[in-house]
């Protein structure tokens, strides 16, 4: 049974610059909530998308906008970068009463 | 606001008992749940107390009191492997949840 997984490990990209995170639920899963943790800290929720829809979010600018598939995986998209968004990157997936996450192993994007 | 707060750092031997509190101030509450983070892993869910009262899964317990906006996580016969970073996150929201910037937990033999 395959669990939560994200692409890529790891990214640099420069200020900017737009970047796409992508995630697979686990299997079984139709939720997905997308986290940032910045170094030291605890995940910070970005958004959940259920049924390819934008349920819930959190405190993030419109620079931050995903995308949910049919088959339950999901997109991260970060537009014009700056050096602040450098953080993990960690989809959790669940199914819809969600107060057991699943966490994959993040996408750790470095912006310079 | 939002605020949880949890402290930054708890060092104890191997097989001792330790406490790591949690007290939150938010908008919402639906349930507290405790999360596990070993050093470049991801997350991992150990328990969830939505209503008043101790949940106990193997060596790990969970506690909360809803009127003191309190809850702690109980570690006992603790291991080398057990030392990591240990989150409490409170479901703000039904699809929601706010994390504390976690605890340090240092297990020394």
């Known amino acids: 049974d395959a669990g939560v997984t994200q692409s890529p490990t790891h990214l640099i990209k420069t200020r900017g610059q737009q970047v796409t995170l992508r995630c697979s639920p686990k299997?079984?899963?139709?939720?997905v909530s997308w986290y940032q943790q910045a170094l030291g800290q605890g995940p910070q929720f970005i958004f959940q998308y259920y049924e390819e829809e934008e349920r819930q979010r959190g405190n993030f600018p419109d620079r931050f906008s995903g995308h949910q598939f049919p088959n339950y995986s999901s997109e991260l998209n970060v537009n014009a970068l700056l050096l602040g968004d450098s953080a993990l990157y960690l989809c959790?997936?669940?199914?819809?009463?969600?107060?057991?996450?699943?966490f994959g192993p993040g996408t750790r994007l470095t912006v310079t | 606001g939002q605020s949880l707060e949890q402290p930054s750092e708890v060092t104890a031997v191997e097989g001792a008992i330790v406490q790591i509190n949690c007290t939150y101030q938010?908008?919402?509450?639906?349930?507290l749940s405790w999360y596990q983070q070993h050093d470049g892993g991801a997350p991992t869910f150990l328990s969830y107390n939505a209503l008043d009262g101790l949940e106990e899964t193997g060596r790990f317990s969970s506690f909360l009191s809803r009127s003191d906006s309190y809850g702690y996580l109980l570690l006992q016969e603790l291991q080398m492997k057990d030392s990591a970073s240990y989150f409490c996150a409170v479901r703000e929201d039904f699809n929601k949840f706010y994390f504390g910037s976690g605890t340090k937990l240092n297990v020394k033999p």
């Open positions: 959790a997936s669940s199914l819809d009463n969600p107060y057991e996450q699943y």
């Open positions: 299997s079984g899963h139709d939720t």
């Open positions: 938010t908008s919402g509450f639906y349930g």
